[in-house]
């Protein structure tokens, strides 16, 4: 078996500790930082994001540190086209997209990857807390839950493909977020301290709109808001500023809290309603990807996830074609948001999700 692995270090606390622990298994390893974006070309001075000069340093320390190469490859091109082209397109078009499920599909576990095959690695390493097991029945590679359920990042990892769990490794899958940073503390990494990045890393300050306006170089158009009824209750400032459930923001005056209940980019409109109009039983997936099984041959009991932060909830999932499928759930669901991710579990294994539609 091949021992040779290319770990992604972002310059975070989690990557630096799966980089050495992919070191003390004995594998030979490879430090690399995606360099994704240059902070100039979209407005934004170096700060705490995966991109920053301080990350890059923070990352070749503890590759020094630990005794592997380190380097840093530009895959700004792809990066532009697959997460932030895609991005925009998203709020364009009245969606919400997560742009850290393109990174992984289309940067970390595609560009990289082959990157890594170039470079004679059979494996990607990441500090994922997530895990990947074998099912030696039906031989398939499973994506499971982290031990620590806090930090499970497997909804954000839906997406990838048999060929990739195959080659991919998550050492911090089987730790606790406490544990890894006794980690780098016992081995006097300088980033043990380091707060988590909370960003979208190219948004700085969760100021979206003002990034696409200044990635687009456009500016977009007012247009009305409507009430559940159709008619015009006021105005709003471009349909990127806003997202299924938002009630922050509005400008608009009423008896009761209002939310953004639809977003027609078509007809340039926003609709407002009170909040039991915000929740639904049902929902279509698109550009559905299948892990544990390999197609939904019948109506599938599973627990659901309409975004990462949420509880998983009870659900019946019939797959429709290739790569569509709906979802019933059992309750009501609140906020469900075209461009989220559905993500379906079976306990600790993840059977696969799709694009909500």
């Known amino acids: 078996m091949c021992k ?21 298994r004995g ?12 902070n100039e070309d979209i407005g934004q001075s170096p700060g705490h994001t995966c991109c920053s000069l301080e990350d890059v340093e923070d990352a070749r320390s503890v590759a020094y540190s630990i005794g592997i190469p380190y380097y840093v490859f530009n895959f700004s091109d792809k990066f532009r086209e697959k997460v932030m082209d895609r991005f ?7 969606a919400t997209p997560n742009p850290c499920i393109d990174c992984n599909r289309f940067l970390k576990f ?4 082959f990157r890594a095959k170039e470079l004679g690695c059979n494996y990607v390493a990441t500090g994922h807390y997530a895990r990947i097991e074998k099912d030696e029945t039906s031989g398939r590679y499973l994506l499971k839950k982290a031990i620590d359920r806090t930090k499970d990042q497997s909804y954000v990892l839906y997406s990838m493909m048999q060929e ?43 100021r979206y709109a003002e990034f696409i306006e200044g990635y687009t170089g456009r500016l977009y158009p007012q247009g009305d808001f409507l009430d559940e009824c159709g008619n015009v209750i006021g105005r709003h400032g471009g349909i990127i500023r806003y997202t299924i459930g938002q009630r922050k923001g509005l400008g608009v005056s009423a008896a009761a809290p209002l939310y953004v209940t639809k977003i027609d980019p078509e007809n340039n409109t926003v609709t407002l309603g009170q909040s039991e109009a915000l929740y639904s039983r049902s929902l279509t997936a698109e550009d559905l990807n299948l892990i544990a099984i390999d197609k939904i041959k019948r109506p599938l009991r ?13 659900a019946t999932v019939v797959q429709t074609d290739k790569d569509k499928a709906e979802v019933l759930f059992d309750e009501p669901q609140r906020a469900v948001t075209k461009g989220q991710a559905v993500v379906f579990y079976d306990g600790d294994v993840v059977v696969g999700g799709g694009t909500i539609q």
């Open 164 to 206: 990739q769990l195959a080659h991919t490794l998550f050492p911090l899958g089987e730790y606790p977020k406490a544990q890894v940073r006794e980690i780098a503390a016992r081995n006097g990494f300088q980033n043990a301290k380091k707060h988590d990045s909370q960003d979208i890393c190219f948004v700085h300050g969760g």
């Open 27 to 38: 594998y030979e390893c490879i430090g690399a930082t995606m360099k994704l974006y240059h």
């Open 4 to 24: 040779k692995a290319i770990v992604a270090m972002s310059g975070g606390v989690d990557s630096s500790v799966a980089a050495f622990l992919m070191k003390e």
């Open 88 to 94: 925009v397109y998203a709020y364009e078009n009245g």
């Open 302 to 314: 599973v627990k659901a996830k309409i975004r990462y932060r949420q509880s998983e909830q009870w």
């Open 110 to 113: 595609d560009k990289l990857y």
